[in-house]
């Protein structure tokens, strides 16, 4: 056995290997972002259109469906935090001694804040998450929302929306969330094909750019909602 | 003394085979009870290493670089010469070893010149077996130039940085054995003395350069693999740590040291801008291939800028003097023509000590697009070095020194007359004569290293058990304390002059009495006044901090000891050879039209001196040079 | 010729020891010198003053052997781009500026003495595979192994590869992974490197991590600083190589092999 496992081991011991496993959770992670951020806008499609796709998710599979995927999820973003925590911390242990004077000739900010912008954005997602799944303590759950649809009492998805958005704070939360995931995604996106050595020096800018569009579509879908809900009214 | 070339016997063709079947074995069982001392990691030094590693030999190798991969080879640009013929234009192992020995102006021995030949087309199937990027053709088969003036296509190049890629190859074979345990690998080690037992090179005493603590190493035979001396003139295109000290030193213990008149001046180099320069950097010689070189008719002109002076008041003196040629004449001619439009108050920039060499034309002709595909990164380095655009007006170029043909001597086993000392590369005398011929350099250094000591460095082991000095003997306890006191007496020094600037005196004194052009009165007055600097040195050097760290005004302050010495046998040799031959040019003997005038009658022989003791007394034992294949001519570029 | 007014903050330390920034100032330098010769300039006057020159390692000064380091203004090998700090001459300063002159910080590279660091942990990467395992002699005829001209190319830009170690120094993690991709790229893309590919990459990326440099985090400043140039995208080849020699490592290269093999 140890054959095959003493090569998995060494893989993960080396920085190369934590990497590309963070490179590999973080595909998964974009494209759930991608994917959640299209299921939140049918919310402009109408209440029916957004309970329903909140209903079909969370009964799909007999109810399984969403286990699995949170199951999923969070693995991935465990993997994702610990490799990069740990190597932040090893890289920091490489260049213990500091410049007196020290010049970034290339490097983003994005870049050099990664660990900033993943931290603050793994905070928010424990926010999101008591916000709008857990629904802890806003008073999301109750017969107020709850509405029905096609014959059925579903979760009112919608009206959570609205009333979630509508207080300032919490959607300007939301909007300094999506700015830094814009930014970790726009560092962090092209990275993958760097570091699962997908690029090359032809295929390299398109990556640069398909990144950049990535993270700003992210942003700029995501923000719609706060935005119209807080800024415009909508649904209110 | 006299001296046994062990040139083996039967024509010349078969000589190197015939040597190789007469050669000593060692049962695989018995090498790994010998110990090999290999001083440098150069081209020569890594492939020695790396080969008689494998073979079973416990080899230990010393380098003063922090790592062997940057031993002075890395900075050959050109090439490397090999007699493929893959270009099908005629070449063979003859034409190469022919070309060799004219081009060293008959004063190679012939038989090494052979095998060097003949070996040459191996280094390249070894440096390809190693993954060494050499430049290919579209259909992967390998490409070749011609260079240095050959009309064959026989060098193969890795961009302008050939030696860089061969010296990795050798790098990287002598990492495959460090790691495997057979070579151990000593780095910051600069060796300080040889250790001589009963007439045998039997150690060494090195110095740590990261702690300053000196050691004894004992072995049964010391491979000196350890450059050229250019860095005597101070100012040259050697690294700044280039240096004569392992040969010197092994001369002042019974080695003799052949030829050290023969010094190589290479034409295209970046004149000297002011007195704190400390280095010259050489231009690759491909750049004649499109500059024309010249100077202003009338020195009145030399100020003004190029683009001010008339074509009518230019004098294009090679394509003048050389009209076959022209601005392609070899190294030591196109030298020596710039330094007499010099001398004549016609040089251009800083000091008048320069030439112009214009592509103007080539520009006009090809346009400026063509010229920088072929030159772009020359011309970029020129412009980083003297903040002038070879684009917009004429590149200044002036000779500097480049490569030392002379070093110890050696025999036909590349072992010194000192038993059980070894020399490769451009540390012995042997293969180029009186002159190098461009990419030959690399050649010699690795056909040395991976394909000639492997074979005959068992000739002398087989004499010697095994094992049999150690670091116990008092010769190792003498030679230690007499390292260790030479460090005493340059720290505890209460002078006032640094280090360098007496090596800049030393240089600049050598170069004019004893560089490109050297008579007799300028040699006997630098006869005169080396001894005078040398004394002085030793009364009035500062030498700051201490000896048992890291400390490198120490380390050069020992080099330049060395130098110190080394210089006035150099002007001895160049003041007992009464002829011009290759890089050795006395004005007293030159034809009516200037070109060198060699006396064959007298001087076919390569010097061979001995220490006496006396520094101004060393003896003279000549190796007579005979020709059997390559009849004695006049080297005529006419 | 112009003459240039300087004045210097120097890293000084010895092995082992805490070090500090000393305050030189260094009037009347040539604008044609190159940096190491200020340095040599300063040195002199150092030593005339009695006090001891600053450590600097430097060697063939032609930007070729890979030994010349310093950070110059915050920069491996000082502002200029594809130039090593030999050669970096002084008319690239301004008279009354003041220049920051540290050591090539990393663990793996621990100072010597103020400016000179050990950078041996790349000779034992280097050890750890970065060759062809071919022994002198055994060598088949060079023009039996056909090398396209765009693979020889590609390799000779990895080769290109002088050692120095600016990319460490450059890089905020000391990520020594710009070096050893060039290294093992060079060897990996070769035809005569591949029987080895899988034991190179892992063996020399085992070395790189246990010699303490840090990892890449695709921020490209080893690139710029590198005075060779060499591209990024020999790190993603790197990369790709590891996760492929990883597999082959754990799951048998698919190759049989009959009883006891491992």
């Known amino acids: 056995m140890s054959a095959v496992f003493d090569p998995i081991s060494r893989f993960y011991s080396s920085t190369i290997g934590k990497k590309i496993l963070v490179a590999l959770t973080g595909v998964l992670l974009a494209v759930f972002v991608l994917g959640h951020m299209i299921g939140n806008l049918l919310v402009f499609a109408g209440p029916d259109a957004i309970n329903e796709y909140g209903h079909m998710l969370q009964t799909a599979l007999h109810g399984g469906g969403v286990w699995i995927a949170r199951l999923g999820l969070l693995t991935a973003l465990v993997i994702h935090v610990v490799a990069t925590i740990q190597l932040t911390r090893a890289n920091r242990a490489a260049r213990q001694d500091k410049y007196g004077r020290d010049v970034a000739k290339v490097s983003s900010r994005a870049s050099r804040t990664m660990i900033w912008s993943g931290l603050t954005v793994l905070a928010f997602i424990v926010f999101h998450l008591l916000h709008f799944t857990v629904r802890a303590g806003f008073g999301f759950d109750g017969p107020a929302y709850q509405t029905e649809l096609h014959g059925e009492i579903v979760h009112n998805v919608h009206k959570m929306v609205v009333d979630g958005f509508s207080i300032a704070p919490v959607s300007a939360f939301y909007v300094l969330a999506m700015v830094l995931l814009c930014s970790h995604l726009g560092h962090g996106v092209a990275s993958i094909f760097q570091t699962l050595g997908l690029a090359t020096h032809k295929t390299w800018p398109l990556f640069e750019m398909l990144g950049r569009a990535y993270a700003l579509l992210i942003l700029v879908g995501n923000c719609s909602i706060p935005v119209a809900i807080l800024l415009f009214g909508f649904g209110r | 003394m006299p001296l046994d070339s062990k040139i083996p016997s039967g024509p010349m063709a078969l000589k190197w085979s015939k040597h190789k079947q007469d050669s000593k074995l060692i049962n695989p069982k018995n090498k790994r009870k010998y110990t090999v001392i290999v001083v440098g990691s150069g081209l020569a030094g890594a492939s020695a290493a790396a080969s008689l590693s494998e073979l079973g030999y416990k080899v230990k190798c010393f380098c003063f670089q922090d790592s062997p991969r940057r031993a002075h080879s890395i900075a050959a640009q050109g090439g490397i010469n090999a007699a493929k013929n893959y270009q099908n234009d005629g070449d063979s192992v003859h034409r190469l070893f022919y070309d060799t020995v004219k081009g060293g102006d008959f004063r190679a021995r012939e038989a090494n010149v052979h095998r060097l030949a003949e070996e040459s087309v191996n280094i390249i199937d070894q440096c390809v077996a190693q ?143 002011g007195e704190y320069q400390s280095k010259l950097t050489l231009m690759s010689e491909s750049l004649r291939n499109d500059g024309r070189v010249w100077v202003p008719k009338n020195a009145a002109d030399c100020g003004k800028p190029a683009h001010q002076i008339a074509e009518q008041d230019r004098d294009y003196y090679l394509e003048r003097k050389y009209p076959s040629f022209g601005n392609l004449a070899p190294r030591d001619i ?175 004194l050598v170069w004019d009495k004893c560089g490109m052009e050297r008579d007799k009165a300028g040699l006997e007055e630098a006869l005169r006044r080396i001894p005078e600097l040398r004394e002085e040195f030793w009364q009035n050097v500062v030498v700051p901090g201490s000896g048992d760290a890291a400390n490198p005004e120490l380390e050069k302050a020992g080099r330049v000891a060395d130098f110190m010495e080394f210089a006035e046998l150099l002007c001895q040799d160049a003041l007992h050879r009464e002829e011009s031959c290759g890089g050795h040019f006395r004005s007293e003997h030159q034809y009516p039209d200037g070109e060198a005038k060699r006396d064959d009658e007298n001087f076919c022989y390569a010097a061979a001196w001995e220490y006496t003791g006396d520094l101004a007394k060393p003896i003279l034992n000549k190796e007579q040079l005979t020709f059997e294949e390559v009849h004695l001519q006049v080297r005529s570029y006419k | 010729m112009a003459l240039l007014n300087l004045h210097l903050k120097v890293w000084r330390q010895n092995a082992g020891q805490p070090g500090h920034f000393q305050d030189i100032d260094a009037p009347e330098i040539p604008d044609h010198a190159s940096f190491l010769e200020m340095m040599d300039i300063v040195n002199e006057r150092l030593i005339a003053k009695g006090e001891e020159p600053v450590a600097f390692d430097h060697d063939c000064r032609e930007g070729i052997c890979g030994m010349c380091s310093m950070t110059i203004n915050g920069m491996p090998h000082g502002p200029e781009k594809a130039t090593t700090t030999c050669q970096l001459h002084m008319r690239k300063f301004r008279t009354g500026d003041t220049i920051w002159i540290e050591p090539f910080r990393a663990r793996a590279f621990p100072v010597i003495k103020d400016l000179v660091t050990d950078r041996s942990a790349f000779d034992r990467i280097q050890q ?135």
């Open chain 3, 128 to 262: 750890a595979g970065g060759f062809v395992t071919v022994r002198t002699g055994s060598a088949a005829e060079a023009n039996n192994i056909l090398v396209g001209k765009e693979v020889a190319d590609a390799a000779m830009d990895a080769a290109a590869c002088i050692g120095c170690g600016a990319c460490v120094a450059a890089c905020k993690n000391a990520s020594a992974m710009l070096y050893v991709a060039a290294k093992a790229g060079q060897l990996n893309t070769l035809p005569q490197g591949q029987p080895e590919k899988t034991r190179r990459t892992l063996g020399m990326v085992r070395q790189m991590d246990h010699e303490g440099f840090g990892g890449c985090t695709n921020q490209y400043e080893c690139e710029a600083a590198c005075p060779k140039e060499i591209s990024v995208r020999w790190i993603t080849k790197l990369n790709r190589d590891f996760a492929a020699a990883t597999l082959k490592d754990a799951f048998g290269n698919g190759q049989e092999r009959g009883e006891g093999g491992d």
């Open chain 2, 334 to 508: 196109s030298s020596r023509a710039a330094k007499e439009a010099c001398d004549d108050g016609r040089g251009v920039g800083p000091g008048g000590r320069g030439v112009y060499l214009d592509f103007a034309e080539a520009i006009q002709l090809f346009g400026r697009n063509t010229i920088a595909e072929r030159y772009g990164n020359l011309f970029d380095m020129y412009e980083r070095i003297t903040g002038e655009s070879a684009y917009e007006r004429p590149m200044r170029i002036y000779p500097a020194v480049h490569y030392t043909m002379g070093g110890l001597w050696v025999d036909y086993n590349l072992m010194s007359n000192l038993p059980g000392l070894h020399v490769l590369g451009e540390a012995n005398f042997s293969d180029h004569g009186a002159n190098r011929l461009g990419a030959s350099a690399l050649m010699q250094g690795l056909a040395d290293g991976y394909f000639v000591i492997p074979t005959t460095v068992a000739n002398y082991l087989v004499t010697q058990t095994p094992g049999g000095v150690t670091t116990d003997h008092p010769e190792f306890k003498k030679a230690l304390e007499g390292s260790a006191s030479q460090i005493r007496r340059l720290l505890d020094g209460k002078g006032r002059r640094s280090v360098d600037s007496f090596h800049r005196e030393l240089g600049l």
């Open chain 2, 131 to 273: 993954g060494v990027p050499f430049a290919r053709e579209y259909g992967g088969a390998l490409a070749n130039r011609s260079f240095g003036g050959a009309q064959v296509s026989r060098t193969f190049y890795a961009r302008g940085q050939t030696g860089q890629q061969l010296l990795l190859g050798a790098y990287s074979a002598l990492n495959k054995e460090i790691a495997r345990g057979g070579v151990e690998m000593h780095t910051r080690c600069e060796m300080l003395e040889l250790v001589v037992v009963d007439g045998h090179a039997k150690g060494i005493i090195t110095r740590d350069l990261v702690t300053g603590k000196v050691e004894a190493h004992a072995g049964d035979t010391v491979l000196l693999c350890t450059g050229g001396y250019g860095n005597v003139f101070y100012l040259s295109t050697n690294a700044m740590g280039c240096n004569v000290t392992a040969t010197w030193r092994a001369h002042k213990k019974g080695a003799f040291f052949a030829n050290p008149c023969y010094t190589q001046i290479h034409p295209t180099c970046i004149p000297v801008s």
